[in-house]
């Protein structure tokens, strides 16, 4: 996981260089008329000093603005930030079952990007509201939640977290009331479920774009870790992608996920997947995999969970 704050102009004093965190977020728009005043000098300090980025947009639905008209606004007021920003829509002001409007913005931001935004929301209105279009659009969660555990980055407690509609969330707001070096008041603390390297998928919207490797100069351990994580797809993309090493790479990839040659094996869910990532990578349905280990819910399978595949990776 990465630790990280989230910030607007309300912490215009922070020092930026003494917070130890991986990542920064800010408030970039709010509406169709505000941006905040120090998003841009947050971002470049942030960039400067090697952090992972992420912008949001606060939705203003109650104003009776179009979700189009503010997600254009955003566009516009974070042109040098996209591609190397997470971008995210906070949905916390009225009209919050308005889920018609929260998918609209997200379309809109996708559609005129190609990178899909992440949307913000408490664990309160994340349960009381029907967020399968949204879901099912493969836009992912950044949930509050302040009662679940001290702060402390417990995998147990991160994974089993009770989720609705989602299967896993993307990030973590754990505390608004969190205290850093380099800042002397309160502080909202996040993690982020992954890596560096999933960070900048969601940053650039290159989760389904096979890596530029055409020497493939990194080792085989290398290169199966990065199957692992999804990096070179699956059947014969993965074959096209690691060409003459594909042998060589797919039976350390067996081997690490304990996978023999029969049509039956054990897989371990791991942080970020989801039952249908798991049937893509493996050639199968999701419906499949929830019938072999009686999952009612598709939509709930945590990290550390043992799941029975009829298929073989490959």
Partial sequence: MLKGIDISRWQSGINLAAVDVDFVIMKATEGVGYTDSSCNSFYQTAKSLGRKLGVYHFARPDLGNSAEAEAD???????????EAILILDWESGNLGNISWAKAWLDRVYNKTGVRPVIYMSA??????DWSVVVNANYGLWVANYGVNNGLANDD????????????????????????NGYSGNLDLNYFSGNSMAWDRYATGNSDVLPDVPDLPKSIDELANEVIAGLYGNGQERKDALGDRYNEVQALVNEKLGIKESDTFVYVVKRGDTLSGIAERFGTSYQVIARDNGISNPNLIYAGQKLIINKKLG
């Fill in 73 to 83: 606004y955003f566009l516009q007021e974070t042109k040098g930030y996209q591609k």
């Fill in 157 to 180: 407690v991160f994974n089993s977290y009770p989720l609705k509609y989602w299967s896993f969330y993307a990030l973590w707001q754990y505390t608004s009331v969190g205290r850093l």
């Fill in 124 to 129: 309160s209105v994340m349960r009381a509201y």
